[in-house]
């Protein structure tokens, strides 16, 4: 788990660049304020949901199977959301 939170550390400045571009692309003006405010609100309310969901997962029977599950759950979904980012993102640059 602490190689993982190491990885996820090192990657964390590369998507919060990576999701100001995007956002800095997508939005003007006094919706680029919004945007970004949501986007940074967003980011902290699943730090804390996954503060407070996690321990109570793990106390289910003092293993880490529940947790991680969870875990790669999300993890799954955000890869396939981001995907779907992408493929917007393309698709309206070719205009």
Known sequence: MLV???IF???G???NVAQNTLVTKWFIGKELS???GL???ISRMGSA???FFYPPLYNVNHNLFLPLFFGTIICIVSWLLCN????M???AGKK
């Open 4 to 6: 993982g939170r190491i």
């Open 9 to 11: 550390s090192l990657g």
């Open 13 to 15: 400045e590369n998507i």
């Open 34 to 36: 919004f945007a970004m």
């Open 39 to 41: 986007n940074i609100s």
């Open 49 to 51: 949901a996954a503060g």
């Open 84 to 87: 779907c980012m992408i493929y």
């Open 89 to 91: 993102d393309r698709k």
